[in-house]
């Protein structure tokens, strides 16, 4: 006698069908797509704020999680609280499964900020930038423009400095609206002289001809005006944010040698992101487990990143080379796009959906 199957409670059938889909759902974003959202400026016009992006994990291959021991779709902490979602109690060495690409040169990348430290590398804060710099590059910014090679690097169409426009009027958001500037792109000199705009070079050659500006002029710091917040060492180098270089970009295999130069440059990338235990600077040399070291080889690739706001941008430039281990995936397509200085159907940005990232 076979007895008959025990029907499953409206219950039971919603709990399964939740497990289910929340499984589906950490598979999908952790094999092949995850959605990101573009909180601030530093990418426009490439990007903007409000842009609803899917970033392709399967371009560079998946990476396999560091830390295993996580609430399924969290990423640093627990919705709504201040908690973490997870525990460091294992960390997983570096793995990526094989992907179909790697990063080329002006992809525009998600990955994990290097220089926070308070999260494992995978659950670091998500940045988006484009990669001007693979492995083995030679950069350098002369008065703003990067070259890589020594040859002009590609600059992204839209992309963006800063400006002194210079009127006697106040002008109104609307007028800066007809201009294509945001709020967030503009804000007025305390003594009324005029106005500090996030621009491009389109959009200032327009503002030029309008009757309401008068003289407008890009910011762009001296050559050898040495700025102390830029990586390596901006001070010892006489480096800025418009001037710097020639910086090579470390690769795996690529062995250089410990003198004065190389140790200013790259002692810190050694010592955060090479997976070594003791590493010491003392007198102008390094010391790996105590020992002196006169060369040393690097263990993965990095990359050099900035963002197409040049002027307004929290990049390579300050906090230096992103390693391997923490790209995430590549920006692939928009497919949602919200102003938040709008209202109703207007925040829509309808043509900015299902828009590729180039």
Known sequence: MTGEKKKKSATREWVDALVFAVIAASLIRWLLLEPFTIPTASMEKSLLVGDFLFVSKMHYGTRVPKTPLQIPLTHQKIWGTDANSYVDWIQLPYMRLPGFSSVKRNDVVVFNYPAEFEHPADLKTNYIKRAVAIPGDELEIRGTQLF???????????????????????????????????????????????????ATEETIDQLQKSPAVGSINRRTDKDGLGDPRVFPDGAYFGWNKDNMGPLEVPGKDWTITLDEENIAKYAFTIEKFEGLDNVEVRDNQLFIDGQKVDTYTFKQNYYFMMGDNRHDSLDSRYWGFVPEDHIVGKAWFLWLSLDKHKS???????????????
């Open 148 to 198: 890589v090679n020594g040859e002009l690097g590609e600059n992204p169409a839209e992309m963006q400095f800063s400006y002194d426009v210079m009127t006697n009027r106040n002008l109104s958001a609307d007028f800066f609206a007809d201009y294509g500037i945001n709020p967030e792109s503009y804000m007025p000199f305390s003594n009324g002289s005029g106005y500090l705009v996030m």
């Open 344 to 358: 109703m159907f207007n925040k829509i940005r309808w043509n900015r959906f299902f828009k590729g990232i180039n």
